[in-house]
């Protein structure tokens, strides 16, 4: 079982993945905000995560902000009447979670998706040519994936596609 702020979710290896939703990622990438709630090492270079929805909670209020006041700002929070969404990549090249703080986006870099991204060209794909020896001999293609979420963007480099489904 693992818990950030009000959202729990019970966890294991022996998940049974029949229970796929139709469209997991257009799913996600309706979702107005993201947050990375779990991310686990599932054995050998295996990756399960967890994303939960966050949506405003409670009535907008003003805030102080390096002694500025920002008015009608509603927090944004995962709860448990949120969608929760687990994803594993059963192998992957590498992955990254940085802090969404310190985050941008090249003008240069290619994706569609807007909170679950696939890119075709990224600094991230540069990076892992140059600090890895896969290719497209071995151990294949890979694809660039990518969650947006509102603290953390994990980004995985991998050959296999992810599964995923909807929690709750």
């Known amino acids: 079982m ?20 139709a469209d997991p ?8 905000s993201l947050f990375l709630a779990d991310i686990q090492e599932m054995g050998r270079n295996s990756l399960q995560i967890a994303v939960a929805e966050g949506l405003p909670a409670g009535p907008p209020a003003s805030i102080e902000v390096g002694g500025t006041i920002i008015r009608n700002r509603t927090p944004i929070e995962a709860t448990d009447e949120r969608r929760v969404f687990e994803i594993v990549w059963r192998s992957y090249v590498g992955y990254a979670v940085l802090n969404e703080s310190y985050s941008d986006v090249s003008d240069e870099e290619r994706y569609e998706g807007t909170r679950f991204r696939i890119y075709s060209k990224s600094r991230f794909i540069e990076y892992m040519s140059r600090t890895t020896f896969a290719s497209d001999k071995h151990p294949g293609p890979t694809r660039h994936y990518c969650l947006a979420c509102e603290d953390h963007i994990l980004n995985v480099l991998s050959v296999e596609a992810q599964a995923m489904r909807r929690v709750r």
């Open 2 to 21: 693992w818990q950030q702020g009000s959202v729990a979710v019970t966890t294991g290896s022996s998940r049974s993945y029949s229970g796929l939703v």
């Open 25 to 32: 990622i257009g799913e996600i990438n309706d979702c107005r």
